[in-house]
């Protein structure tokens, strides 16, 4: 976990933005937070252009600069320690964990690869060869100089690295090698979401069983492309979809869960939305039922409990340190502990407001792992995860505490 901590976005006016107001601007492009709340931030100054408090009509102009400051709260990961398979002065090749993501993006900053590695490992300045989905386990290489890095990209991208990954499947899945060819289209790159469909790109992934355990089937794939969630959706497409994918084994995809490309008649854009309403943000974090927020003063002697409702005044403005998680430059080792003097807050922070609970860690594990990588001159192996083991007592407790 990480503690709440303040960070500002910045990005410089795209050219479609130009002549526009900001919060026209903010409320379309950035739906994170209601209009309400970018229309607060403008008039308290949090959000501004060029280092600068603008009204509320501003139009944007050519290299404006924005910057919106924001308090957040970065999504739990697990705390699975991440083995180094291998490492030179060239590459690091690791074992990664379900439920971290590679990089920055979304909720995540500090609780990514990129950042764990640095502060954990002291593994500085890596660069991302290839990606995994944040669920994903298994095989992650990044290179720790400019020029292996490119090398390695240019294999990967010239097809020359062989991937072999392994899962657990619903179902009986059939014998002999099954080939899948079905294009891909990415749906919204925003969310992140997928589907079989004629003006997709080229895609090609072989299937095999390895083993039959009840009506559960671990099986060995090998995409021969790589576009995104390329196995989790010919699988979804073959009706054998892996059995705690949240995205892609759900009727959101129609009755069907999208076997054959069935979505159950409907649009990209009511797609899109179904799948907002049912996956907004990890639902699984807490409820918004809390009334009040407590807050503390900055000297932590007076403590109040601003509505959740109450407008920003000079009473109830919390003036807490700019960062309150260590950066990615300082190295240090994980820490255990929980101090409630290093727990900041905001009264317009939403998040502030909810109750939260501890994932399970069914909700942060998706039985999908990167087995093994072979290029031009080398190759890497991981440990197969307990959930992919030929041992039937154990597979069958994994499915059990997940309730498939």
């Not at 699975?80 to 439920?99: F, G, H, R, T, W």
């Not at 944040?134 to 400019?146: A, P, Q």
């Not at 090398?151 to 009986?172: A, L, S, T």
Request: some cysteine.
């Amino acid at each position: 976990m990480v503690y709440p901590y303040f960070f500002t976005f910045t990005t410089f006016t795209k050219g479609r933005w130009v002549g526009e107001k900001i919060l026209d601007v903010f409320s379309r492009e950035f739906r994170a937070h209601p209009p309400e709340e970018y229309q607060r931030s403008i008039e308290a100054g949090t959000l501004q252009v060029n280092n600068e408090k603008v009204p509320i009509d501003y139009k944007l102009k050519h290299n404006d600069l924005l910057a919106n400051t924001v308090h957040r709260h970065e999504v739990p990961v697990t705390s699975q320690q991440i083995q180094i398979v291998y490492m030179d002065e060239d590459i690091l090749v690791v074992n990664k964990p379900a439920s971290i993501p590679v990089h920055p993006c979304g909720r995540y900053r500090h609780n990514t690869m990129i950042f764990i590695l640095a502060k954990e490992f002291n593994l500085k300045n890596l660069r991302t060869i290839h990606r995994l989905d944040r669920l994903t386990s298994g095989l992650l290489l990044f290179g720790r100089t400019s020029e292996k890095a490119r090398q390695m990209e240019q294999q990967i991208r010239n097809r020359q690295v062989q991937k072999e990954y392994v899962c657990c499947v619903e179902g009986h899945f059939p014998d002999g090698i099954i080939e899948c060819s079905e294009p891909i289209e990415v749906v919204s790159y925003k969310i992140g979401v997928c589907k079989v469909s004629p003006k997709g790109k080229d895609c090609k992934t072989t299937f095999q069983k390895i083993s039959q355990i009840g009506d559960y089937s671990i099986v060995q794939c090998k995409p021969l492309t790589g576009r995104m969630h390329q196995i989790r959706v010919h699988l979804q497409y073959l009706g054998y979809p892996i059995v705690n994918d949240p995205l892609y084994n759900h009727e959101v995809f129609g009755p069907l869960k999208g076997r054959g490309g069935d979505i159950g008649g409907k649009t990209a854009d009511q797609l899109i939305n179904d799948l907002i309403t049912i996956h907004n943000a990890e639902n699984w974090l807490g409820t918004d039922d809390a009334p009040t927020i407590p807050l503390k003063k900055v000297d932590d002697t007076v403590s109040a409990n601003i509505s959740v409702g109450a407008l920003p005044t000079k009473d109830n403005v919390i003036h807490q340190p700019k960062v309150t998680a260590s950066a990615q430059t300082g190295y240090e080792a994980p820490d255990c502990t929980f101090d409630a003097a290093k727990v900041t807050t905001d009264p317009h922070c939403l998040e502030c407001k909810m109750n939260y609970r501890d994932p399970n860690t069914s909700d942060l594990v998706m039985y999908l792992h990167a087995w093994k990588y072979k290029g031009i001159g080398w190759e890497y192996t991981t440990e197969l995860p307990s959930w992919a083991t030929m041992d039937e007592n154990n597979l069958l407790l994994n499915l059990r505490n997940k309730n498939c």
